[in-house]
């Protein structure tokens, strides 16, 4: 898979139970899988010159497609694999030996069977090692995700889209993440007019206000003069005010100056909450990256501290290649959801700005884990 195709999915690795209860899980099946699939195109090419062999065919093909669409929805479960329903060609309508025809040369189909082939040797392999880490517990914390992780990897590659198909949804992305894009910039834009108005633009209104009038009356009440002159320095000093706070709001100062790490600090001084913060993006990310994590963050822990009931947080970012990762974590209720106007859609909105995606586990009880993907490439 190319750097541009791996950037449309990215598998997770899995939690050491959901690893080893799908590697054990999964034996019998891959077993009763490779079997089945053997025996019935074996029995199937060898009678077919008396007819019967056809239907056998026919049997094994639908009973390898059927044994695909299982395991993209095992794996999806069990490993956290994005695995959307695989497009097949279309059948409806056809003759029995046409149907068979188009099962046969589709695709998807020789991608299941060489899934099936390969998913046996493995899990005679990922079996004695998950009953092996039940007992010892490094192995099942430091090994097994990992070995979940590359499994997941392999029913990406065999099962999931095809590149015509990855480079079809990647564009779908792209052209929703900028139309949601050009709206949060235009919500941003009206905000930014709107504090300008309500608070700027009316300081700046009253000093000149105060100006005119202390120049109608600079020849005959100078004590009024002077009145007016501070109270327009007063109001001037509050519009400068309001102007730094709202520069900080677009781009803020120790952003620019000093980078993440000491941004997102400050932040997590602020939180009326512990938070823990780990920074590790060097080389520094571009502005629009930074920019986007930041406020990413902010947004975040101001919701943990209003609604998650929270004792403690956390906050992780660090650079892969191609992505700037943030991760924000919570001790709270859990049960966040990203609801279409809510703010966990607003913070989607804002990573889509660059093309990042946010993905929310928050199960009731908690932890909540929210996670943004903010690609450093364009």
């Not at 095992?74 to 959307?84: E, G, N, S, Y």
């Not at 779908?172 to 700027?200: F, K, N, P, T």
Request: aromatic share 6%; charged share 20%.
């Amino acid at each position: 898979m190319t750097t541009e195709e791996q950037s449309v999915v990215e598998v997770p690795r899995p939690g050491s139970v959901r690893a080893i209860l799908y590697m054990i899980a999964s034996f019998p099946l891959r077993l009763l899988q490779f079997v089945l699939a053997v025996v019935g195109f074996a029995v199937g090419v060898s009678t077919v010159v008396v007819w019967i062999g056809f239907p056998i065919l026919l049997a094994t093909t639908s009973f390898v497609r059927w044994s695909g669409d299982v395991e993209r929805r095992w794996a999806q479960k069990m490993l956290r694999v994005p695995l959307p329903p695989v497009e097949r060609l279309p059948t409806d309508g056809l003759s029995f030996v046409r149907r068979w025809l188009t099962r046969l040369t589709d695709a998807t189909t020789w991608r299941d069977l060489a899934y099936l082939m390969v998913a046996l040797p493995l899990a005679c392999v990922e079996v004695p090692l998950a009953l092996a880490s039940i007992v010892l517990l490094p192995m099942a914390i430091w090994v097994i995700p990992w070995i979940g992780w590359l499994h997941g990897q392999l029913a990406l590659s065999l099962l999931g889209p095809n590149r015509t198909q990855r480079l079809e949804q990647r564009a779908q992305r792209l052209q929703a993440s900028r139309a949601r894009g050009v709206d949060a910039a235009e919500a941003e834009r009206r905000r930014i007019e709107r504090d300008l108005h309500d608070g700027a633009q009316q300081r700046l209104v009253a000093v000149a206000m105060s100006l005119g009038r202390a120049k109608s009356k600079f020849e005959n009440d100078p004590a009024a003069v002077r009145e007016l002159i501070d109270e327009a320095h007063t109001d001037a000093k509050l519009a400068v005010s309001e102007l730094r706070d709202l520069a900080r709001g677009i781009y803020p100062a120790v952003l620019g100056d000093r980078g993440l790490d000491a941004a997102l600090s400050a932040q997590a001084a602020k939180s009326p909450i512990p938070v823990d913060v780990q920074v590790d993006v060097e080389p520094r990310p571009p502005a629009a990256v930074e920019t986007t994590a930041y406020f990413i963050v902010g947004e975040t822990l101001t919701n943990i501290a209003k609604h998650s009931g929270a004792s403690e947080a956390g906050v992780k970012v660090w650079r892969s290649d191609t992505h700037v990762i943030v991760e924000i974590t919570d001790n709270g209720h859990g049960g966040a959801e990203m609801r279409p106007g809510g703010g966990l859609a607003g913070l989607a909105d804002r990573a889509a700005t660059i093309d990042g995606v946010i993905t929310v586990v928050s199960p009731v009880g908690g932890p909540t884990v929210i996670r943004a993907d903010l690609p450093c490439e364009w």
